[in-house]
């Protein structure tokens, strides 16, 4: 079978295997299907998920079941004030040997040697400890002492946010933003989805997820993804948006000067062609357009647009300045 032929064929299988993956996370989850596709383009783009929302939205539990459906190892963490480097990546503890009673260090692994992390509440630990696992997400490794132990593949990181108390905590550098794929806000469900949600929990059985594909399958699909072509108009029309942001650009709109202090780096554009290709992947086209790249614009870039004071005393968010930006490049095309 040709390359070509071979890529069509993962396509397909791609795009069945996005839709059996929807119907066995819709047995426990109830709506949610942006919040859904939005993680699978990360995973599938190696890349890593900033998620916000207020308690009881079902994080834990689309997040495990989603782990569930796609055979992948799950772990939570739950980040405290208290919480060490240690607690996540793991340590060395004094070991005696059965055999001749001599002492030796052995490593025991942390929760972060998993396929899918999540991690609570990000920002309620210090610095020092978030950056332990922000390593872990930028090299795929571990070093403890002597030895660096590489992270099983795939990879991801959904890290939670409680956007309503801030109170005691360590809010994340924008540095340490910037290593996060997509910032996705998740939201009250819709009246039917609530009285549907209530009348599954509160009686009856839930149904058992079904394991749909497995690591190395993923494994293969993320390097397919990645030779996916660009067309020109589509990678001009991401480094425009992503450029689109920086105050410091003669081109750019007057809003930005006035409301942005920093805008987004060459990682936006990145990820912006990225997280197209993988969104056209997954609905079974061998190549994105601009709207994939316009769909996925507002969560790549809401984390990386830095607003001024003046649009914070004019009550604007990242959000609805991205939301104008996107909207500024389309009626200058």
């Known amino acids: 079978m040709s390359d070509e032929k071979n890529r069509i064929a993962m396509l397909e299988k791609l795009k069945t295997d996005r839709e059996r ?28 998920c900033l998620v916000e929302g207020v308690p009881g939205l079902a994080k834990t539990l689309l997040i495990s079941s989603l782990s569930k459906a796609l055979n992948l190892k799950f772990s939570r963490i739950q980040f405290t004030p208290d919480l060490m480097p240690s607690d996540i ?58 030895t660096t132990y590489h992270l099983d593949q795939p990879f991801l990181v959904l890290a939670t946010q409680n956007p309503i108390e801030q109170e005691g905590t360590y809010p ?20 039917d989805e609530e009285r549907e949600i209530v009348i599954r929990t509160t009686g009856g059985i839930p149904e058992e997820i079904e394991p749909v594909l497995s690591a190395p399958e993923i494994i293969e699909m993320q390097k397919m993804i990645l030779s996916l072509p660009v067309s020109e108009h589509v990678l001009d029309y991401a480094v425009k948006l992503a450029r689109a942001s920086r105050p410091e650009y003669p081109e750019a709109a007057d809003f930005v000067k006035r409301w942005v202090s920093w805008g987004a780096g060459p990682r936006a554009s990145q990820y912006l062609v990225l997280a197209a290709k993988t969104r056209a992947a997954l609905e079974g086209r061998a190549t994105p357009s601009e709207a994939d790249v316009r769909r996925v614009a507002a969560i790549v870039l809401q984390h990386r647009v830095i607003i001024s004071f003046a649009a914070e005393a004019e009550g604007m968010k990242a959000k609805t300045v991205v939301e104008k930006i996107i909207e500024h490049i389309d009626k200058e095309r």
Do not use: C, W
Not at 103 to 128: H, W
Not at 173 to 188: G, T, V
């Open 21 to 48: 993956v929807l119907k066995e996370i819709r047995k426990v989850i109830i709506g949610q299907d942006r919040v859904i596709e939005e993680i699978l383009i990360a995973l599938f783009a190696h890349g890593h």
């Open 89 to 146: 990546t793991g340590t060395d503890i004094l070991a005696e040997s059965k055999a001749d009673g001599k002492r030796y260090f052995e490593y025991i692994k942390g929760p972060i040697f998993s396929n899918v992390i999540l991690a609570d509440e990000i920002n309620r630990t210090p610095p020092k400890t978030q950056a332990a696992l922000l390593q872990s997400m930028q090299e795929y490794q571990v070093t403890a002492g002597n």
């Open 172 to 191: 994340l550098p924008e540095a340490q933003l910037d290593r996060f794929m997509f910032n996705i806000n998740i939201y009250y469900p819709s009246y």
